[in-house]
């Protein structure tokens, strides 16, 4: 093994990124080196790359970005017990302390210290990554790689879905990002009666009517609400799950929701939000939930079960491909708006027949 | 409208049943006729018809069977207020009292007081059966007239399923009766990781493998827990699902569940059943439910959502489908143990042809 | 029986009520018709007097205020089976329709069709009350009148707390109005490690000290963040019961609510509340909850349990008795800020000796 | 400090102890060397003074034994990082694999790999104990030592009491050794409506009244059934936590729970145990759970605020204060049945005015 590797670097604090040679990492006794076979690119990457206001707060450059990955392990410290070589595996990028209140009680996922690699720490665009042995999820073979890559926001959509009943609810998705169409999917597989794909974008919608929602709906022309309304006997959905984190889509989520329902919030905003107390949630009784990150490690056992029972067919997700050297290109892409998931292999590009296409929904 | 009708009626205390023209019900200002299109024969009817122990201590003879239907209303009281004429209806044949502690805090399914339509009062195995509005289940035309005549057993499926988490997890079901063999329809449908049927008789495993069970295992020849601790990684199944009611089945069923996973006890038997509490439930720290009936009425929500949207595919199981005259060839058919749920037609046999065979699994 | 009865009514749309001999009233086949032994005075009541736009959008005069009350069973109609003559009881004011998926679910205290007697139908300040049969609550001897009277706002407090886990979590409460004050008994009552009472009106902070709140904090005075995180550790309190319904207590609700705790709200506010989405719930994972009502019936079991075995001490809260031909004045000392609950004796005025002061806390 | 330390030492594989000098323990880089300033003595360490076949199957002497204990931390190894000299602490003895399933998804309590200090490896019934840093348990100071010292059986108490709904139901206790005493004061704590002592040992019953238990039943004298239904209205108990594990007490536990309720089984039992689960569970639609050990942390978290802010008064169940030297007589005053917890000071008695006698209730 060479003692460089190409990676992926934001390396000073402005917009932009560059491809280059840096040093391999160096591990603690702890710590497990992944060869990395695909990353996927997030949403964060792109506030990464244009250095965005919250960039600006949160990010210490020279930085590798990339929190999403599947690789295999090739080295690891003296104190790792459960890992070897060769083993396929992803990682839990949301590294908790272990000792706050959260930690010690089931909630890692909200630690009061946690450290995200990719984002506090290097990441996983480049040929090599470093994880702590606690962080590693070691894999089933029967896991397709593409799958593999994009646990992370797949377990987004697992850990929304499963915060409440999904089994026989119906169920809106607003906001068909990634990990609002992998909802789609998730909510599917785990039984919901209906579910309510909501989204302006029209290239999301397609896909979103490719992940199989019953309803795909436009709310910049759909009357929304009436057609939630119509389509539920006047009672709106069991389930929101609120993946845009734009105010309109916040607004609708708590119009559509039904009395008792509850509405999972997961996309971001940075603008505020105004809600009637009284109205919206008083009266009606509904709960509502932060979601933040996938709970550690429940969601990973069943996002994994679902996968290797074949459960959930992602593959319209996964519009783009590319080589590590292309990543600027993948981030013009994106910003676009015609892509979803980009996918990036920075130890060579793998064609796209890896894909298993053959899922039972 | 004649003023008899043909119904299936146990007689006197004794063995045997009689097809006979009785008088036609009357109703009260709070009840409504039903004509019946379809009812189905469960065990307990078996239990009449032989009249053992237990029939002997419960049935107060004349009486007419049957709890599992559907139909369409033809008259009600001057008091009922949600049910039109022609609704296409079911009912839960568990009248709650509806005044005990358990009718007032959401578990009228283990009522104080309830009495069973066509265990205590005359049920649905004739051409009309009378039901109080409260407990009539309006049905979506879209639910096939086949499907809605099992909904009380698909109901114990359903309930004994959603009782606790079967998302992503792995189930075992002992004991493929039908509701045994509809939980397999069920637990798929809601996202069940993997489903392992365990079944001695030969017919009933070879509908569990068309019910798409992962694993279909005969415990007579199978080395049961073996084979479910291979599956697993040796940690047993997350869920089981109790549905035979024999000792040896329910031996199984703390073998194979795994640590903290839980135990939902629906089979009836008549035997006790003796356990090392320390090492079966305490040290694996497990849950045990009993499961009775459906939930009033959440389960009918549940179930009516699924079907409507064509989640279950329930066609295996139904085997027979007999013109009311023809009772006796019924249980007949039922004691060799080839059939699973057979279809009566109080009103006239329809062709299976009404069964849509499209749902998507 | 005379065929008139004394009762405050509001006459017409305006400011104001009247007291005066009205008929008694009339009853269905499944009504009670209650003698009121003290009836309680709730804000909606002075919402009603002062004929705010609320009213004036909700109420239809002529009508008879009054939901908190206890009394004694005169007559029935002639399908009441579970109510005798002479009962000590009361009732919940909400009527739910029975028939909505929210009251076949279980949730019929948010059900779509609610009907309030003494909001939407004539209620308790009288000395005779119509109530539904299914909606009398019968209660034992041992709980004093006074607290019988006061069942509807201590059923808030307990729905809130007991709507999450409240046994050794440290309980901020925000807003000390009656239902605030009995929450601080309640979350006593049930284990709670440490409660703090919030709220800027000094009559209702000393109550609060008696009702034993570990903490009673000032936010016109005192910086209730700091003083909260420094009692918690830094960390938050787990459980915040929201009931001021002010903006400023629902900012300081979100400001100290610990990662992964609940905010449970129950104050109305007519003003809109703006929210950081992403900082106030999404990184925090909290969970945020709707309470309306009292659940039917788990919150009458719960909090009858309590009074009759002495879990509670309320007698700091009621602050004033007057008859029923000082209605007016009871107004006007509510409006001072100075009093509590107040109590109201329709058909005589009962000495204060009839509350027992002895409960075990 | 000097090189050895006095202990006792189960030497060889047969009955009884020795007080003895040994060499102090050493410790690993993540360990924590405690200095013992109270330890209590449980049942099991009656089994491994006995030699009964349960120890001899699990115990490899040489072993210090000893479970429940609080002390002083005196040194640790260089990658401890959370806790300080001189801190006041007790620690978690099941030390759990962390790698498990069950260890990964909030069961560590039920890890399949789990070694018990005192148990699989030396214990407190020492001057001192080595414990790693994960299972250290840091204490306010304002928590009593003896209290302290008894943790392991207080927090299988609340772990029972807390493993399903207890606020405002009754409740049974089957068997009054120390945990089924700690779970009287924890289900008042706690708001249980009533708390239902039932115990054989006179000695015991004696504790449960001074506990506080509404209800104090010998089960050989009392018809226990019919003295719970009488004082339940014909019900049953909401809740059954099982301490006894005696095949008598687990008979009545299912006789006595309602429909509905649960049964929470602690006590461990090596006779076998037989049921008719169609009568005893499934009709009733109860619910069983294995209790094991505490969760963590929660149950940790749970314990040690109520004690804090003083909500359990204990002290009746601490009969015994011992010098270490008199272990075996502790053995012989256990065996009498006369005492509940003994407290042994292997580094100097204290007085009992250690121990504050002013908790609120």
Redesign the interface.
Same mark, same amino acid.
Request: aromatic share 6%; charged share 15%; proline share 1%.
């Given at each position: 093994m060479r003692n460089t590797m190409l990676a992926v670097v934001k390396p000073q604090a402005a917009p932009g990124i560059e491809i280059r040679e840096v040093k391999r990492p160096t591990y603690g006794a702890s710590d497990v080196l992944v060869k990395v076979k695909v990353a996927s690119i997030c949403g964060t990457d792109l506030h990464i790359y244009e250095w965005d206001r919250w960039a600006q707060k949160r990010i210490h450059p020279p930085l590798i970005p990339g929190h999403e990955f599947c690789g295999e392990v090739v080295e690891f410290g003296n104190e790792v017990?459960?890992v070897r070589e060769g083993d396929f595996v992803s990682a839990e990028m949301h590294v908790a302390c272990g000792?706050c209140?959260?930690c010690?009680?089931?909630?890692a996922?909200?630690c009061?210290r946690v450290k995200i690699i990719g984002v506090d720490a290097d990441g996983a665009f480049a040929e090599y990554v470093v994880i702590p042995e606690s962080n590693i999820w070691r894999l089933d073979p029967a896991i397709p790689q593409e799958y593999a890559s994009i646990l992370d926001p797949l377990g987004n959509a697992?850990h929304a879905a499963?915060a409440g009943e999904?089994?026989?609810?119906?169920v809106a998705i607003t906001g068909c990002g990634p990990i609002g169409l992998f909802s789609i999917a998730v909510a599917r597989?785990?039984?919901a009666?209906?579910v309510f794909a909501i989204e302006v974008n029209e290239h999301r919608r397609r896909i979103a009517k490719q992940m199989k929602a019953?309803f795909t709906l436009d709310p910049a022309k759909d009357d929304v609400t009436s057609l939630v309304m119509e389509q539920t006997g006047g &009672?709106g959905v069991d389930v929101v799950l609120e993946m845009a984190?734009h105010p309109q889509a /916040?607004r609708t989520a708590f119009d559509i929701v039904?009395?008792?329902g509850r509405i999972s919030? &997961?996309g971001?905003?940075?603008k505020?939000?105004?809600?009637?107390?009284?109205e919206d /949630?008083?009266?009606?009784?509904?709960?509502?939930?932060?979601?933040?990150g996938r709970r550690?490690?429940?969601t990973w056992?069943?996002?994994t079960?679902?996968l290797?029972?074949q459960?959930l067919d992602l593959h319209p997700v996964i519009t783009d491909r590319i080589a590590i050297e292309d990543f600027s290109k993948g981030m013009d892409r994106l910003k676009t708006g015609e892509s979803s998931k980009i996918l990036v292999y920075p130890n060579g590009l793998v064609s796209s027949g890896s894909l298993r296409r053959d899922p039972?929904?």
């Open positions: 017990t459960n000792k209140l959260q010690r009680t089931g909630e996922h909200i009061q697992v499963l999904i089994a026989a609810k119906t597989a785990l039984g009666a209906q019953d &009672l984190g /916040i039904r009395r008792g919030l &997961l971001l905003t940075s505020p939000v105004s809600l009637n107390f009284s /949630i008083i009266f009606k009784g509904i709960t509502i939930q932060g979601i933040n550690m490690y429940q056992y069943q996002m079960a679902l290797k029972n459960k039972v929904g």
